[in-house]
């Protein structure tokens, strides 16, 4: 018996953490680890307690990252730029309250581009009717340093973010192939239709750029895919009319 209420009282406790009375923001984890220049995702359930409509501010209030190639950003329908802090399920971010009981799912997208090293973010959701409930949450993405044999190994392909970016309408990706090999290079958009196949041939080992003109695209998140010698790696890149 007492075994069993220590085991609810911490099971309590763990629900508590990501709940208010009005709102829940309950993450799958919280810790995770990846590698470099693909993205680490943390899914998060937003739910509506209430039986009444509720609209959620989502803040970002920390935001360490190790260094200036890693980047995160915030997904709640729409994807946002990573210099978006606080987003919201109004008309002005693509969204809607919450209706009595709905569940939506948030997401917190970490980009390490390069440096391997821990990222830390905070995210707080928050009741905009009532304030004081609102669930803070804090993420740790790492990407550890690859060790073989004691020596520090290095990436055989690499993905460079484009640049420009933001862009508006064109930019260029640059990329480094170990061998020479079939390469492909997909610009995708945020729900992972594919936009346009801007490489698709044998290409010889070593470093590649292309131009991408997005002119009849419309402003938002989409997403460069490269394939070489059974890898893969995508990148974001954000056009901004």
Same mark, same amino acid.
């Given at each position: 018996m007492q075994k069993a209420l220590l085991l609810f009282l911490f099971l309590g406790c763990s629900v508590f953490l990501y709940s208010q009375s009005s709102i829940?923001?309950?993450p799958q984890s919280t810790t995770q680890s990846g590698t470099l220049g693909n993205d680490i995702p943390f899914i998060v359930e937003l739910k509506n307690n209430t039986t009444q409509q509720v609209t959620v501010t989502i803040i970002r209030r920390l935001n360490n990252m190790p260094t200036a190639n890693w980047t995160s *950003?915030?997904?709640?329908?729409?994807c946002f730029s990573p210099f978006k802090d606080s987003i919201?399920?109004?008309?002005a971010f693509g969204s809607t309250p919450l209706n009595p009981g709905e569940t939506r799912e948030f997401s917190l997208h970490v980009s390490p581009l390069a440096d391997p090293g821990q990222g830390k973010i905070r995210i707080v959701a928050r009741n905009d009717a009532k304030p004081s409930d609102?669930? *803070?949450?804090?993420?740790?993405?790492?990407?550890?340093?690859?060790?073989?044999?004691?020596?520090?190994?290095?990436?055989?392909?690499?993905?460079?973010?484009?640049?420009?970016?933001?862009f508006n309408p064109s930019t260029v990706i640059s990329y480094?192939?170990?061998? *020479?090999?079939?390469? *492909?290079?997909?610009?995708?958009?945020i729900v992972g239709q594919e936009i346009t196949t801007l490489v698709h041939g044998i290409q010889s080992a070593g470093s590649h750029s292309v131009s991408f003109n997005a002119k009849n695209l419309p402003s938002g998140l989409y997403y460069y895919t490269l394939q070489a010698n059974g890898q893969r790696i995508t990148r974001k890149m954000m056009l901004v009319r």
């Open positions: 829940a923001f309950v *950003s915030m997904c709640l329908g729409l919201a399920t109004t008309k609102s669930v *803070s949450v804090d993420f740790l993405a790492i990407v550890p340093v690859a060790v073989n044999d004691g020596h520090v190994t290095a990436h055989s392909m690499k993905l460079e973010q484009n640049y420009p970016n933001p480094q192939t170990a061998s *020479s090999g079939m390469v *492909s290079l997909v610009v995708s958009n």
